[in-house]
């Protein structure tokens, strides 16, 4: 289905959102059409963030908004879909738009499996009406479908279309770009050199695909990485957990800027635990480049991390933009304690022929374990 036909139909004037690569149509339309303009398109930090900001347009206009998100995000929404949106609460109406990864009988990673069986049951158990749009999905049935869900809406109620691998359709692909000359791939080479054998959690997304390439190609194993293939936005707490119970290791966190973003929250409780073997790196590329390269607050926003960083109480704060500044900031940290973070600036972009991690997410942790514990 066209993705400009789906507009249409839903007949919005306000969309918020987290990227997803599964609604990657509906992503560059807005871009095309809007970009960031505040009054209609808003890429927010989570979509709980986005739920809450949808519910404050209905508040200021009377009108219906759209939140788009990948399934994953589901669970971000609970809250306020159940004490804010609902019916039973304020009734604010809201059409979601969720990319189904995961779908049972779709072949898809690991951590989209589960989320994926559960999709449809969140929605029911929210009291979220939904209809599932594949590529078979006339447009005539979202019409009539379209026709049901504004009288739900008018009566404070929340619906959503589910959307299949391939439904949607856009003429354009919008390309991303920035001026930073590093590539996230080549960062991570100089972060795990540094590393040497000491723990790594990285991120979810293109990050961990990459260290599990460099470790292959370095020939080594892989049990110094917990690669953090799902949770998003959450590899820092992870890193800050084992941090506090192993102080006799250095554990170096490699995120995202979206990841960062997406639980900023974090951030301050490292800050406030400050362990002193904590190395946490945002490679900051201004995108969520894993799923499609829509831009987030830290790169077309202006957002300085370091800033957050220093705010929230860490003791060394570097920024790095080439690799002579990167390797100044990862020797320090290398060789002294104290919490550290460290924002690189990337290009966005990936080899086209990255692969993706040959063990399964609980072989990951066997071996993470192993080697964190031996």
Known sequence: MDVKKLVEIIGADFYTGVPDSQLRALCDYMIDVYGTDPKHHVIG??????????????????????????????????????????????????????????EPGVHD???????????????????INFFVVGNDTAEEEVKDKMKEY??????????????????????????????????????????????????????????????????????????????????????????????????????????????????????????QTAPDNL???????????????MPTAAGAGGLRLTKVAEGCGYRRVFSAENFEELDEALKLVKETDGLAFIEVKAAIGAREDLGRPSTTPVENKEAFMGHLMG
């Open 109 to 127: 990673e690991p951590q989209h499996i589960y989320q994926g069986e559960i999709t449809l049951k969140l929605l029911e158990d929210m009291g």
């Open 45 to 102: 930090a989570n979509e709980g963030n986005c739920a809450a900001l949808a519910a404050g347009y209905h508040l200021a206009t009377g009108k219906v908004p759209v939140v788009y998100m990948q399934n994953s995000g589901e669970g971000n929404i609970i809250n306020p879909a159940a004490s804010l949106l609902h019916e039973k609460v304020y009734g604010i109406p809201c059409i979601f738009l969720i990319g189904w990864r995961g």
């Open 279 to 293: 190395v946490h790196i945002v490679i900051n590329n201004g995108a969520h480049e894993s799923v499609g390269g």
């Open 150 to 271: 504004r009288k739900l809406l008018a009566e404070g109620k929340n619906v959503a279309f589910v959307i299949r691998k391939g439904a949607l359709k856009y003429e354009k692909k919008v390309v991303y770009r920035n001026k930073y000359g590093m590539s996230r791939e080549e960062v991570i080479g100089y972060i795990a050199r540094y590393s040497g054998e000491d723990p790594v959690v990285s991120t979810t997304g293109k990050a961990s695909r990459e260290l599990f390439e460099i470790r292959e190609a370095n020939g080594q194993g892989h049990q110094y990485d917990f690669l953090t293939v799902g949770s998003m936005g959450h590899a820092s707490s992870i890193a800050l957990g084992i941090a506090l119970h192993r102080p006799d290791r250095k554990i170096w966190c490699i995120d995202g800027d979206g990841a960062a973003l997406m639980h900023m929250g974090a951030m301050a409780v490292i800050g």
